[in-house]
């Protein structure tokens, strides 16, 4: 039974990173900046129900992780950077995103205005994309965690 919190917790991790990596930053932008065949504003629309559906996948997986920190990975540090994880998954989904896709709802894009609108949509797309880097690098932080416990040698 040791080898099932290793795997549920390899699992969740591999599905926040996928999430964060191939949803929010390649998906996503690549979506909202296909101007080519579609109107600016129409392509953001479509992308945001992606980017909720992301930020869902990567909470649950965290809030997994927090669950298996301490049983899988046994270091006291893997719960605290799991419950940041959490913490910030949780405040990009819940406050971040939403307020964000409001801001950018209020914006023609063709036109850029108006401005003050655009200025606070881009502040709360680059809010969105600190939390973004912070939770990739509490992410990282347990793969290497992981790493580092199954390298260490065990008991005999």
Not at 34 to 61: H, K, M, Q, S, V
Not at 144 to 152: D, G, H, I, P, S
């Amino acid at each position: 039974m040791r080898s099932l919190p290793a795997l549920l917790g390899t699992l969740a991790l591999a599905l926040a990173l996928g999430s964060l990596v191939v949803g929010h930053l390649l998906l996503i932008p690549a979506l909202a900046g296909n101007t080519d065949l579609i109107d600016a504003n129409l392509a953001r629309t479509l992308a945001e129900p992606l980017a909720l559906e992301c930020a869902t996948l990567i909470g649950f997986a965290c809030v997994v992780l927090a669950g298996l920190a301490k049983p899988w990975l046994k270091h006291t540090l893997a719960l605290s950077v799991s419950l940041v994880a959490v913490a910030i998954a949780a405040l990009d989904r819940l406050a971040l995103l939403p307020r964000m896709q409001a801001a950018w709802s209020r914006v023609d894009l063709v036109a850029g205005r108006p401005v003050e609108r655009v200025r606070e949509a881009e502040q709360l797309q680059q809010t969105h994309e600190i939390a973004l880097i912070l939770l990739l690098v509490a992410l990282v932080s347990l793969v290497v965690l992981a790493t580092w416990q199954r390298a260490k040698p065990s008991p005999a």
